[in-house]
T-cell receptor
């Protein structure tokens, strides 16, 4: 079993929809949680960064962490075709060089 | 700021050839990382450098070596390339002030080993 599980998709939604992307993890020691967006043939781009449990909002994006369930989510409101990309979740422990453990990514397509 | 830059963008090697992938960052970050990305496997850490002068193995270090040349630059060397090293390689950096700042990635190097 992988340490971080993420549904690979593809997930196809109409423009304007609310998108929910999720990851589950097995290591309860993870403290820092990130979402990256990766366009085709590009490097991952940091979208959201959260520490421990709770919600964080940035524009159309909301990151949610539930440490008790070992579950993190990224919500995208009013989705746009420009949101079409692969979304990677990542998490790390405290210290240890801040090595990140990644999910395999969910491919999202927002259609007109 | 250019952020994290990588050269070359694309490379084709024959089995047994050697090459060095270059990475530089202009954000004055302390920590730097090398990952490989393969379909269905996600991003896997090859080596990292927590600070200038130190390097450590990640999840998949076999077949690779690294050099932290200075605070800005972190190179990845393949001494004898194998087809299993065909992948997309990403370099990343992190400020490392405190415990949990996020990593910032370069655009990647696509490597094909024949």
């Amino acid at each position: 079993q992988k340490e971080v599980e993420q549904d690979p998709g593809p997930l196809s939604v109409p423009e304007g929809a609310i998108v929910s992307l999720n990851c589950t993890y097995s290591n309860s020691a993870f403290q820092y949680f990130m979402w990256y967006r990766q366009y085709s043939r590009k490097g991952p781009e940091l979208l959201m960064y959260t520490y421990s449990s709770g919600n964080k909002e940035d524009g159309r994006f909301t990151a949610q962490v539930d440490k008790s369930s070992k579950y993190i989510s990224l919500f995208i409101r009013d989705s746009q075709p420009s949101d079409s990309a692969t979304y990677l979740c990542a998490m790390s422990l405290t210290g240890g060089g801040n090595k990140l453990t990644f999910g395999t990514g969910t491919q999202l397509k927002v259609e007109l | 700021n250019a952020g994290v830059t990588q050269t070359p963008k694309f490379q084709v090697l024959k089995t047994g050839q050697s090459m060095t992938l270059q990475c530089a960052q202009d954000m004055n970050h302390n920590s730097m990382y090398w990952y490989r990305q393969d379909p269905g496997m996600g991003l896997r850490l090859i080596y990292y450098s927590a600070s200038e002068g130190t390097t450590d193995k990640g999840e998949v270090p076999n077949g690779y070596n690294v050099s932290r040349l200075n605070k800005r630059e972190f190179s990845l060397r393949l001494e004898s390339a194998a087809p299993s090293q065909t992948s997309v390689y990403f370099c990343a950096s992190r400020e490392a002030q405190g415990q949990g700042s996020a990593q910032y990635f370069g655009p990647g190097t696509r490597l094909l080993v024949l």
